[in-house]
């Protein structure tokens, strides 16, 4: 016969149990991704922002490769006031058609030029995502090593390893660059 102090123990030690199994697999996750997020404080703690810094030069490709679409915009907006007034106005014939005319000529102008601009943007942020990839296989890779070395596994001495990560994360450091300058002077 049980008694509920027993009762009581077993509820107890059941749970004390499913904590164990609940909270020691993530402890041990923890543990095993903690040196990595050291690693990334420690020495990519640009990395993001220079991430962020191409993905804004991505946005604005269009206003760098199609400086033509804007003024379009503007004529299309205006010949379109234009007949709308002119509509209203209940205008001649022959002016309407004109206006129409000039309407439909800006809008056609003006989806060619947005479409010859998408192809231009498409491509430059194509480009530019495949080395924004690259640096991030580069990053993965500068990461291994140092993992390697804090794991002992490696044989460098701290010299050369500190000289090994500098040469790395410099060459990291010139590839946004260059990837950014790109961006930024797209024509």
């Known amino acids: 016969m049980t008694t509920k102090k027993g009762i009581w123990n077993m509820k107890k030690i059941i749970v004390f149990l499913l904590l164990l199994v609940i909270l020691v697999p993530s402890q041990a996750l923890a543990a095993a991704s903690a040196p990595t997020v050291n690693i990334e404080k420690t020495y990519f703690e640009s ?28 004529q299309y907006k205006a010949s379109a006031a ?9 205008a001649s014939k022959d002016m309407l058609a004109q206006a129409k005319a000039e ?26 995502d495949k080395a924004l990839k690259d640096i991030q296989v580069l990053k993965a890779a500068i990461v291994k090593n140092i993992k390697a070395h804090l794991a002992g596994k490696d044989g460098m001495s701290e010299n050369d390893f500190t000289a090994s990560v500098q040469k790395s994360l410099s060459f990291m450091d010139s590839k946004f660059s260059a990837l950014l300058s790109s961006l930024r002077s797209a024509t």
């Open 47 to 74: 990395y993001k922002s220079k991430v962020n810094e191409v993905k804004a030069a991505q946005k604005n490709l269009s206003v760098r490769l199609c400086p033509d679409v804007q003024p379009l915009t503007e």
């Open 82 to 90: 234009r007949y709308t007034s002119l509509v209203k106005s209940k």
């Open 103 to 128: 309407k439909i000529r800006d809008i056609k102008a003006l989806n060619a030029a947005k479409k010859t601009c998408a192809v231009k943007v498409k491509q430059h942020k194509k480009e530019s």
